[in-house]
C-alpha cells in the first residue's frame, strides 16, 4: 500500500557542534519519504527547481519511491540554512529561500489521488487543506505543522486538525496552539477540535499518544549519538505512516507500536547529516532498536505485599 | 526496616499560578520522610528553631516517623520563599533563610547509626559526607544534590557521589556537573565517579535509571494537575527508598519498580500545596496510579513481517 507523502524537498547548508555541510539533501518530505520507504513503497509530492541534482532523484528512486509527483520548474530548489547550538532541539534559522516553493500549489497527479495513506509534512495548511480536498477516501490522514502556522494560519491550521486522523506536534507548539503549558490538558484541547489522534513529539523525552479514549507514553532511545537533529520529526512521521500501510492494522494496540517505529526511525536519522545514516540503514537495525526500546521501558507490576 | 533521612525540616511561603501559601510545612526530608512513610518507618533527622509548630511535629509522628533525630534549638526554622511561573519546570527563590540550619552539624543519634536505608537529601555535601561516615554498614545509601553545589562544593560532591549506591540528579544538574548535554553520556559519566546507580529525573518527562549494565527509562504519569511541585523531587527520593526498604529487595528489576514508586508519589505531591495532597493519600491510589502507569507505557512486540 504506497503512503502518499507530501511536504518540501530542499538544499540544506547545515552547522551542528559536530560539523557543518553545504548544499545537503533535505526537506520534510525527502526524510519523510525515506524512513517511510523502509517499510512501503511512497508517492512522492513535492517541487524542486532546475538545479536540484540527478543523483538524489535517483537515490528518491533507489528507495521505492515514486518522483512522478515531484515537479522540476525553473528557478531554484527551496534552500534552508540553519544552526544547532548544544541544546540541539532548538534549530536557529540563518535564513530560508523558499525559491520554487512560492511556486507549490499541489495539483495531486490522478494516480496519486486514491492513496489510501497520506502524510502532509509541514507546509502552509492552506495547501494542506488543498491537497485533502482532492484526496478520493484515504484510510489515514497525518498532519504536521510548525509554529509559524499556528502563529500565521491560525484558523487554517484548526480547520485542518479537525479533518485529519493524527496530528503531530512538538511540545512547544502544543503549548503555543492552546496557551496551555500543561501537554496533558493540552492534547485534551487538541483532540476538542476533531482529530483522532494527537501526537506529541518531545525530542529526546520520547512521545506521547492521546485520543478521546486512551493516552500511551512512548520512551524515547536512549540516543548517545546526536550529529544534526534536522528532520527527526519528519522521519518520526515516515516511520509511522509507512508502518501503518505496511501492516494495514489501524487498531490503538498497532498504533503504539507505530509510535515506537517513528521514534526508532528518528533516532537513527538524527545520528548522521541529512539522509546519510538512514543510507546506510537496515531493517535488521530498526527491529532491534525496536526490542531495545521496549526492554528499557518495561518493568514489572506490584508484588501483593508492597505496604 | 526503618529508613534514615536527613535533610531541611522548612517553612515554606510559596506562589504558584494556582495560588500562594505562607508558612507551610515543607523541606526536603519533611517531603521525603511523608512519601517513604507509606511504606516503611522512618527516622528523621533534622534541625528546627522554637517556632516550629507542634502540630507539624504531631503529624510527623502519626505518620510513623521518629523524630528524636529532629533537632529543636533555639532560633527560627529554615525559610525558603519562592514562586513558579507557568513552567513549572523552574523554581524562583526569592529568599532564602538558613536560620538554625546553619547550625546543622548532625551527630547521629546512636539508635540511627545502624541504618540500613538512608536518603541524603539535598544539603551541603560536606555534611553528607559526615553523615555517611558515621554510618555502620548501610545496604542501600541514596543522595541528592543540587546547582549550589555543584558549582560551589563540586569536589565534596563528587567524593559523595564516589560513596553511595544511587546518585538523584534532575536533566539540568547531570548536565551542569559533567558539562555534557547529552543525557545518555552524562550519566555514563557520572557512574565513572563510583556510584552504583543515577537516577535523572526529568520532572514531567519522567525519569532514567543507569547502572554501568544498563538503562531503564521510566514514563511520568500524565499529569493533569499540577498545584505545586516544592518537594517533587524528595517525594520521589522518599517513595523510592521507603519501598525498598519495605521490599528489602535491591534487585535491579526491583530497583525499576521503585523508580515508578517514586513517580507515582512525586505525581501526588504536586497534586497540592505543602504535604497537603500525601495527607490525604491511601494506598489504594497508589496501587492504581502505578497500574495505570504501566498501562499507559505497554506496548507489544513487532510482528514478524514488518518489513
Redesign the interface.
Known amino acids: 500500500m504506497p503512503v502518499l507523502i507530501a511536504g518540501t524537498v530542499a538544499l540544506d547548508d547545515l552547522k551542528t557542534p559536530f560539523g557543518e555541510k553545504k548544499g545537503v539533501l533535505g526537506g520534510s518530505a525527502v526524510h519523510g519519504s525515506v524512513a517511510a520507504s523502509?517499510?512501503s513503497p511512497v508517492s512522492l509530492l513535492s517541487i524542486v527547481g532546475k538545479d536540484f541534482p540527478k543523483k538524489h532523484i535517483d537515490f528518491l528512486r533507489s528507495r521505492n519511491i515514486d518522483t512522478r509527483g515531484l515537479k522540476i520548474t525553473d528557478g531554484k530548489t527551496f534552500h534552508w540554512e540553519g544552526f544547532y547550538e548544544?541544546?540541539?532541539n532548538q534549530a536557529h534559522t540563518k535564513r530560508t529561500d523558499l525559491n520554487v516553493l512560492l511556486e507549490f500549489d499541489p495539483e495531486l497527479p490522478p494516480e496519486y489521488r486514491d492513496s489510501k495513506y497520506v502524510f502532509l509534512a509541514n507546509v502552509d495548511p492552506d495547501i494542506q487543506l488543498k491537497m485533502l480536498s482532492q484526496l478520493g477516501s484515504p484510510e489515514l490522514v497525518v498532519a504536521d505543522t510548525m509554529n509559524y502556522w499556528i502563529e500565521n494560519r491560525n484558523k487554517a491550521l484548526k480547520e485542518l486538525i479537525g479533518r485529519v486522523d493524527v496530528m503531530l506536534l512538538n511540545d512547544m507548539e502544543a503549548r503555543e496552539l492552546t496557551g496551555n503549558?500543561?501537554?496533558?490538558?493540552a492534547a485534551?484541547e487538541i483532540l476538542k477540535l476533531g482529530v483522532k489522534y494527537v501526537i506529541i513529539k518531545?525530542g529526546?523525552?520520547?512521545a506521547?499518544l492521546f485520543s478521546k479514549q486512551s493516552?500511551?507514553?512512548?520512551?524515547?532511545y536512549?540516543?548517545?549519538k546526536?550529529t544534526d537533529p534536522t528532520g527527526a520529526g519528519d522521519s518520526f512521521a515516515g516511520g509511522f505512516i509507512g508502518?501503518l500501510a505496511?501492516?494495514g492494522d489501524l487498531s490503538e494496540?498497532n498504533i503504539?507500536?507505530a509510535?515506537?517505529?517513528g521514534s526508532v526511525m528518528a533516532s537513527f536519522n538524527v545520528e548522521d547529516f541529512s539522509l546519510d545514516a538512514l543510507r546506510r540503514l537496515k531493517?535488521e537495525d530498526?527491529?532491534k532498536r525496536?526490542?531495545m526500546?521496549?526492554t528499557?521501558?518495561r518493568?514489572?507490576?506490584?508484588?501483593q505485599?508492597?505496604?
Open positions: 523502509f517499510f548544544y541544546d540541539m503549558p500543561n501537554l496533558i490538558s485534551a518531545k529526546e523525552h520520547g506521547l493516552h500511551f507514553s512512548a520512551p524515547s536512549p540516543q548517545d546526536l508502518y505496511r501492516s494496540r503504539k507500536k509510535v515506537i517505529i531493517h530498526i527491529k525496536f526490542e526500546i521496549r528499557f521501558s518493568f514489572e507490576a506490584l508484588s505485599d508492597c505496604f
